[in-house]
């Protein structure tokens, strides 16, 4: 066992029986190579990397390859979703250098953290004009060795080229109508009408941008910007990066179609897809859009949820095929002989058709892809559901795809949300639940008394790693939801509490920009700076969608202000790159929208009236609006000051922009007031 046995994080701790003699990134073990007078080997992976655990494989285990670097290296071992400034401020070399990057990444150090030699995935012998990792390792400590000034001078100005890389910043004022249609007309012209989604392969699902065009239409209702969104979800409903058995979305697909899935399972995919189909339901009752909504909600709560009540960062894409082989995608794809062999041969025919399995195969070695290619023909749906039900009770005696337990305080908001407003919207009380559990969890376990988060936790145990901007905002965001789904006032404090933080240690006091790390953080090469969209939404603009509902929800005009100047950088990139700044383009119709602010008095949630009018308010597609359901009395949502009830009966208050509506006890006229 290595320095990583001790670990929270499984992907370290899979490398904990290597031969390599791993460091966990920390000063001591820069320090180890300052006394030594080694470089450093970084090497950044996360558990359910499919490419990590090959090289792992190949090379990290293997005693002679170990044994060179046990010699010649300090060698430290990062999990980018514990650490993602760190993962971050690499990779920005990595791609600066080499005009690609991807993981496992391999960077090489000197003991000050300075990169002078990068990569991604090296193989244990040359191949596809690759060199060798051997190769590699040996070029590095020769250089190391003999041409040490070289080295030092390289390093010196990748820092400097960094420190010099400042972002397109487009100043304080929020965008307005034209930067926002200038957005949807780019996102036109990029569009995949034949396919659904942006651009060609590989596709990742464009969550954060199908929430910008659903806002977009309930603002101004643009038929086709809800045409982009609807088509792009059935297309990616309809394939194989979708679990056709059982829920849940892919990390993305290797083709243009959706056919293909990398099969990992990641938990912030799965909870904002649950959010966007959701929505897509709200704003047009499609039956698809509800199942899929569901079934991401079911598949996030059966199989990511942990003992603790958190939930779970990832399904690996690699499981064993059944001969002690792990291979991708073992647990999910399917030959016609297997389908005859769990249904029998007319079933199995049924089966085939109906989700597209072919003798070819849609994958590797004959092996096909479950998806839905036809939208058109009557199926008889009992038997369509009997098959699914076996085919999924077969498929569970399959050895399972490993799962990443740790509990990543950002995603776990993301879940929050989209579990909180899916169980509002279908009545699933159970879904409510699970979201509240989990934000009892981090109340607990992530938050110090000073209402600092921690990043990661395992096995109800709190990791060393400090929360990150795109913590504090998306659990803020989480928050926010459930207080308006709950009526629960104690999670906008919470919310209120961590953008504090936001506002006191992430915020550039001078610009409004913001920093995805503390000013009090770890200190790296650069302060990590990034507002678009990756996987998930960015810290900056997530940040500021939180700030912009707490303001609604309090009349904080400083959370607004911050707001509004962080959407500055929207102005700036919106125009010109909208597929990478989805979330901000989402919270700038918030902002035009103004966001409402809805305000049900009523007797409390255990009255019929209470209730209808709390659900009309959840279900309106006003952008970004915020609702706050209690008693006249209550003090626990500022917007129910001064809300009497009329007549006696629950009423509803919508405001905006300093400016209400006449209060209403009508359900009807509230979703009039909030649709459009």
Request: hydrophobic share 40%; glycine share 10%.
């Amino acid at each position: 066992m290595n320095r990583l046995a001790h670990e929270t994080s499984p992907y370290l701790l899979q490398h904990a029986d290597n031969p390599v003699d791993w460091w966990p990134w920390s000063a001591e073990a820069f320090e180890e190579a300052r006394k030594a007078n080694k470089p450093v080997l970084l090497s950044v992976g996360y558990s359910s990397c499919h490419w990590c655990h090959v090289m792992a494989h190949e090379s990290f285990e293997d005693r002679a390859t170990a044994d060179f670097l046990n010699e010649h290296f300090v060698s430290v071992k990062v999990d980018r979703e514990e650490r993602p400034d760190v993962d971050a401020v690499y990779m920005e070399a990595v791609q600066a250098a080499t005009g690609q990057g991807g993981w496992p990444m391999t960077v090489f150090l000197t003991p000050d953290a300075e990169p002078f030699y990068f990569g991604t995935y090296f193989p244990p012998a040359p191949r596809h004009g690759m060199p060798s990792f051997r190769q590699v390792l040996e070029g590095v400590r020769g250089a190391w060795a003999d041409r040490r000034e070289e080295v030092a001078e390289v390093a010196g100005k990748i820092v400097r080229d960094l420190a010099g890389r400042e972002i397109s910043y487009g100043g304080p004022d929020a965008p307005g109508e034209e930067e926002l249609a200038q957005a949807l007309l780019g996102l036109t012209r990029e569009y995949d009408a034949q396919r659904g989604g942006f651009g060609g392969a590989p596709k990742f699902p464009p969550s954060m941008v199908i929430e910008f065009l659903l806002r977009h239409h309930a603002r101004t209702g643009s038929e086709g910007a809800l045409q982009m969104a609807a088509d792009t979800c059935e297309r990616m409903a309809r394939g194989g990066i979708y679990d056709q058995l059982g829920g849940g979305f892919a990390r993305y697909s290797v083709d243009r179609d959706w056919i293909v899935p990398h099969f990992e399972k990641m938990l912030y995919d799965n909870a904002l897809l649950c959010r966007v189909y959701a929505h897509l339901w709200r704003a047009t009752g499609s039956e698809l859009a509800r199942r899929v909504a569901l079934e991401t909600a079911d598949f996030m709560v059966r199989e990511l949820r942990t003992e603790q009540g958190g939930f779970a960062s990832a399904l690996d894409a690699d499981s064993d095929d059944g001969t002690g082989k792990h291979v991708e995608g073992a647990y999910y794809v399917w030959t016609p002989r297997q389908l005859r062999d769990v249904l029998g041969d007319d079933d199995a025919e049924l089966a085939a058709q109906y989700f597209g399995v072919t003798e070819e195969g849609t994958f590797e070695h004959g092996q096909s892809v479950l998806q839905l290619p036809q939208s058109d023909g009557l199926v008889d749906a009992d038997r369509i559901a009997s098959v699914r039900e076996r085919l999924l009770a077969a498929r569970a005696e399959r050895p399972a795809p490993g799962r990443d337990d740790k509990v990543v305080a950002a995603w776990n908001g993301l879940a929050i949300a989209a579990l909180a407003e899916t169980g509002a919207y279908f009545d699933r009380p159970d879904l409510v639940d699970a979201a509240v559990t989990a934000a009892d969890l981090l109340v607990r376990l992530h938050l110090d008394e000073h209402a600092r988060l921690s990043r990661t936790s395992k096995d109800g145990r709190a990791g060393a790693n400090a929360g990150v901007l795109e913590d504090y905002a998306d659990v803020a965001e989480g928050f926010l939801a459930l207080a308006s789904v709950t009526g629960e006032g104690v999670w906008l404090e919470f919310a209120g509490f961590l953008l504090d933080h936001v506002l006191a240690r992430f915020a550039d006091a001078e610009s409004g920009a913001l920093y995805d790390t503390a000013a009090d953080a770890e200190r790296l090469i650069r302060r990590p700076q990034d507002p678009t969209d990756n996987a998930v939404p960015s810290g900056w603009t997530a940040a500021a969608g939180a700030l912009l509902g707490y303001a609604a929800h309090t009349g904080s005009e400083p959370h607004r202000t911050a707001a509004e100047r962080a959407l500055g950088v929207v102005k700036a990139l919106g125009p010109r790159v909208p597929r990478f700044i989805g979330w901000g383009l989402a919270v700038a119709e918030a902002l035009l929208d103004g966001p409402r602010e809805v305000a049900i008095a009523g007797p409390g949630l255990d009255d019929e009236g209470t209730r209808t009018l709390h659900r009309t308010a959840l279900l309106g597609t006003a952008p970004g609006a915020v609702v706050a359901v209690g008693t006249p009395d209550s003090d626990e949502f500022p917007l129910l000051a001064d809300r009497p009830l009329s007549d006696g009966r629950p009423t509803a208050y919508v405001c905006r922009n300093f400016t209400c509506d006449a209060p209403t006890t009508d359900p009807e006229r509230l979703r009039t007031a909030l649709n459009g």
